[in-house]
């Protein structure tokens, strides 16, 4: 193999998922294409590379590229290259050769061994300074950290996830345990872990390997939803994950139990299997309930029956039966539960519980678990409703590994009634914090709609809680007459029943348009979303106009979509500044959307050039707009629809998607002027009645289904739920049963 030293010259193409690097390098005889798996390499950067000679069919001649190291630049003009080629924020030609100036050849060595002295550079301050050492070094480290991966079959992308979880002592962590990888990194599975530890030389039978293993089995069941998996189920799962005998699993199971990194109950003679994490949300949710429900409340000097007749005068409005029976409910029961569709009153019965109890001098707290839904409830009540994480203080340990919260049983909330809405969207991990932070005393009133999709993350928290029968339950099960001029309610609630809705009924606000095919499908969704709906309402295409499709991926999913509608609704052009991420290319004007809670994302609101509110925090469904880009910088500003500004570095784009579409479980908790919904083949698992129910939930004003009444009707029949393992229901019965009973 041939050796060759040189200075990248340009970038020709660079595959950022695998790191395959086309590019130009200028050796000290000559100027050559070279070609290979170069990961990271950037403009001006002296690399070495092994290999050999080829000639391509098309472009001739170029030298393959099978490995390459980092060379310190030595010359002046390459350290400016170096330093100026954007690895290094807010460092341009200018700044790297008043750098070069003064340090000369030995500016790198400066910047990474004594930093400070850049102070004697003109126009670097303390704070330019700190900002170039730790890009310095951080861009050093990982570029060690993604070559020594790649031996291990680990591509850059992932390679830098690794790097962001566990920084310079990733090489050690990873030799120490690999398997470690699939439990702490999002994203790596354990198929990947595996693989890396095979070519390590771990034994397929090695204590970690099934120990990890049986973990990931049980980590991956809360991704689907459930708490715990049966005994048998898990033995299968994790069979077929470490092909390996069952009794070694079994064997590795019970290891796991008594070191107490699982749980193991039994529920109706099954052995239930837990992570402990769930094991914990789900005892401590049982307990919590039944305590509160139990305690002895502060008692109202009020006469429930005036209060509500002087209710109805000021509102104009009678109340239905089990209105009223929910405002009575609420003022002598600790725990409360309110359920009920579209159209049943829910906001106006949750309007007059909060005004009783002002007008007796009680402190009232309003919750939602995102912070659209947090938004809506603010609007809906005309008083300020926050997410659930930040009503318990979210916070980040000094190591910024683990979410802490600052209210828990140590330091409760102090509110004498805290109202949370959307609680179907809320997990068994979220509701243990929550009612952890409750002091026994405090009135509790859980608000949601269990016919919408379960939460994301495990438990069915919700439904449990209403099927146990230990707490009050009110069903608002009356539409009202005004809402039955909606035709989103109407058929909302007659697709809950199993019906058919009425369709393109002349002056409503509920439409399908019948399509046979998928082209057919998208390329109206993209008419209806770019002419036909803002031209017949005057909607806004990006800020009135939501797309919700049943999944990501398919002929008329998600990741179709999004990139269809960017072309049409935010078409390139040259005064907007692109960046090109894997598969997604991000744009200036875009809309996107968080994709997962990020607790120590800095942000603020800035009105008239002044900044008027900081805090941390963005999270998962979260929309807003690319309003600029810093290529120089290495950035992008995005606007969240409650006017959050917040600064993206590239190397974090990982966490937005695209969101001219989105699926509809990503729109819970969230409303929109208008949803258009394609409706074609899918899977059936998700092509369900209460995906539907729950899709056409979030509009407003205007419903435009697009696509074969055949698969509108099949979802409509399709009222199975997939089972979700949770042993909450069972916990609340018999801790009532041994308290109350």
Same mark, same amino acid.
């Given at each position: 193999?041939? =050796?060759?030293? &040189? !200075?990248?010259?340009?970038? *020709?193409? $660079?595959?950022? +998922? ?6 130009? #390098? ?93 102070? =004697?550079?003109? &126009? !670097?301050?303390?704070?330019? *300074?700190? $900002?170039?050492? +730790? ?6 480290? #990982? ?39 699939s439990e702490e990194v999002y994203g790596i599975g354990f198929g990947l872990t595996d693989k890396i530890a095979q070519n390590m030389g771990i034994a397929k039978d090695s ?33 077929? !994950? ?168 140590g330091a409760p909330i102090e509110a004498d009634v805290i109202i949370v809405d959307e609680v179907s969207m809320v997990d068994i991990i979220l509701m243990n914090s929550l ?307």
């Amino acid at each position: 193999m041939l =050796e060759i030293n &040189g !200075i990248i010259q340009e970038i *020709i193409y $660079k595959n950022e +998922d695998n790191g395959y690097t086309i590019a130009v #390098l200028e050796s000290d005889d000559d100027v050559l294409t070279v070609v290979g798996n170069m990961p990271l390499v950037s403009d001006g950067e002296n690399i070495s590379v092994e290999g050999s000679f080829i000639v391509h069919k098309t472009y001739g001649e170029q030298f393959k590229v099978e490995s390459y190291k980092l060379v310190a630049p030595s010359t002046e003009s390459g350290v400016i290259k170096y330093l100026s080629s954007g690895l290094l924020p807010g460092v341009g030609e200018k700044t790297a050769e008043k750098i070069v100036n003064v340090f000369g050849t030995e500016a790198l060595d400066i910047i990474q061994y004594n930093p400070e002295r850049l102070s =004697e550079v003109e &126009g !670097i301050g303390k704070k330019k *300074i700190e $900002k170039i050492a +730790d890009s310095f070094v951080e861009q050093r480290e #990982l570029k060690e950290v993604v070559m020594y991966l790649q031996n291990f079959d680990i591509n850059p992308n992932l390679g830098m996830k690794i790097y962001k979880k566990y920084g310079s002592e990733t090489i050690a962590k990873i030799n120490q345990n690999p398997y470690r990888l699939s439990e702490e990194v999002y994203g790596i599975g354990f198929g990947l872990t595996d693989k890396i530890a095979q070519n390590m030389g771990i034994a397929k039978d090695s204590s970690y390997r099934i120990k990890a293993g049986i973990v990931y089995a049980l980590n991956k069941s809360g991704i689907d939803g459930h708490t715990y998996l049966p005994e048998e189920e898990l033995l299968a799962r994790a069979a077929e !994950i470490l092909r390996i005998d069952r009794e070694l699993i079994e064997q590795g199971i019970m290891d796991l139990a008594v070191s107490q990194k699982i749980q193991i109950e039994v529920f109706d003679g099954i052995r239930a299997v837990y992570s402990m994490i769930h094991y914990n949300a789900e005892t401590g949710v049982s307990k919590r309930i039944v305590e509160l429900s139990q305690s002895e409340i502060a008692p109202l000097d009020v006469d429930i029956e005036e209060e509500i007749e002087r209710l109805e005068v000021e509102n104009g409005m009678e109340f239905a039966k089990n209105q009223k029976k929910a405002i009575r409910e609420s003022i002598s029961n600790g725990v409360l539960v309110v359920t009920g569709g579209p159209g049943t009153g829910k906001t106006t019965t949750i309007n007059s519980i909060i005004d009783i109890f002002e007008e007796n001098k009680l402190e009232v707290i309003l919750a939602a678990p995102t912070g659209r839904a947090a938004k809506r409830m603010s609007e809906a009540t005309g008083r300020e409703a926050s997410t659930i994480h930040r009503l318990l203080e979210y916070t980040f340990g000094d190591d910024t590994i683990g979410m802490y919260f600052g209210k828990d049983d140590g330091a409760p909330i102090e509110a004498d009634v805290i109202i949370v809405d959307e609680v179907s969207m809320v997990d068994i991990i979220l509701m243990n914090s929550l009612l952890k932070a409750i002091t026994p005393g405090t009135r509790l009133i859980i608000v949601g709609d269990t016919d919408q999709l379960p939460s994301v993350g495990p438990g069915n928290v919700l439904k449990d809680i209403i099927e146990s029968k230990i707490i009050p339950v009110v069903k608002l099960d009356e539409i009202f007459r005004q809402a039955k001029e909606s035709m989103i309610i109407v058929n909302a609630h007659r697709i809950n029943s199993g019906e058919k809705p009425y369709l393109n009924q002349k002056g409503k606000d509920f439409f399908l348009i019948r399509e046979s095919d998928p082209e057919s499908i998208v390329e109206t969704v993209l008419e209806l979303a770019k002419y036909r709906l803002p031209k017949f309402n005057g909607y806004d295409s990006m800020r009135d106009i939501q797309v919700l499709s049943c999944s990501k991926k398919g002929d008329v999913g998600v990741n179709i979509l999004n990139k269809k509608l960017q072309q049409v609704l935010n078409p390139p052009k040259h005064y907007k500044p692109e960046k090109k991420v894997g598969e997604a290319l991000y744009r200036a004007g875009d809309k996107i959307m968080q994709i997962k809670n990020n607790y120590n994302t800095k942000w603020k609101r800035v009105s008239q050039g002044r900044v008027i509110g900081e805090g941390e925090g963005v999270f998962n469904g979260d929309l807003g707009y690319i309003v600029s880009m810093d290529m120089e910088e290495g950035e992008l500003l995005v606007v969240f629809d409650d006017d959050r500004e917040v600064v993206y570095k590239f190397n974090q784009l990982d966490e937005i998607r695209h969101a001219y579409a989105t699926t509809v479980h990503k729109s819970q908790g969230s409303e929109f002027p208008v949803v258009i919904m394609p409706i074609y083949w899918g899977p059936p698992m998700l092509l369900t009645r209460n995906l539907l129910y729950t899709g056409i939930t979030r509009a407003k004003e205007m419903v435009v289904l697009v696509g074969m009444e055949k698969y509108l009707d099949y979802m409509i029949g399709n009222d199975k739920i997939t089972e979700r393992y949770s042993g909450l229901k069972k916990r609340l019965e018999r801790i009532y049963d041994y308290i109350v009973r």
